[in-house]
């Protein structure tokens, strides 16, 4: 009999101890999740290194990186007029009509030599970043004889494209210098050569 009372005992204290446990993991509020980005700015500070690399600073650093931006728009820029080496870069933000978020990223960089220049296309969704197929494969002799039909010249061997984003109707003019070559619009889910404006 007392031993029956010693294991009721302990089963008292095993029942009562699970009890309590399981009422502080319910009462224990659950982490919440980083809220869903939205505008342009919010993109950029999550937006990896890999995708854009003239951000090599840190997330709480990159706003003084920034010029001008226009969060109706889902514009944002960077000038970095630096007297030898200039970099220069545009995000626009974009909702495809899969409602999948995606940002063009445009960026010279003169860091190197010659500039390198770069225009790229990322989705968005469900948290992760991915590389996106937006735009017709990029001919860097088609532009050169465009050039040479618009200016009556060859562009110098050290030249580099410039890819200019539209905040308003969300156009890329893809230039050299200041010579556009053509313009690529933006159809609601892709781009597509405009029309030849020679």
């Known amino acids: 009999m007392k031993r029956l009372s010693i294991i009721t005992f302990f089963a008292f204290l095993v029942l009562t101890f699970a009890g309590a446990t399981s009422a502080q993991v319910k009462g224990k509020k659950p982490k919440s999740k980083p809220a869903a980005p939205r505008t342009v700015k919010d993109f950029y500070k999550i937006l990896p290194v890999k995708y854009f690399s003239y951000i090599e600073y840190e997330p709480k650093n990159r706003a003084s990186l920034m010029g001008s931006h226009s969060t109706a728009n889902g514009y944002l820029s960077f000038d970095n007029n630096r007297p030898i080496q200039p970099v220069n870069a545009q995000i626009l933000l974009l909702k495809r009509m899969s409602g999948v978020s995606m940002l063009v990223i445009s960026y010279t960089d003169c860091d190197a030599d010659p500039c390198r220049d770069s225009l790229r296309f990322v989705e968005y969704e469900n948290g992760r970043f991915r590389e996106a197929d937006a735009a017709p494969p990029f001919d860097r002799q088609k532009a050169i004889e465009i050039y040479r039909r618009k200016t009556g010249k060859s562009p110098d061997d050290k030249a ?38 020679e």
């Open 160 to 197: 580099y494209l410039v890819y200019d984003l539209s905040p308003t109707d969300k156009s890329i003019s893809v230039k050299f210098g200041d010579a556009e070559i053509y313009k690529l619009e933006w159809d609601g889910n892709i781009y597509n050569y405009a029309a030849p404006n």
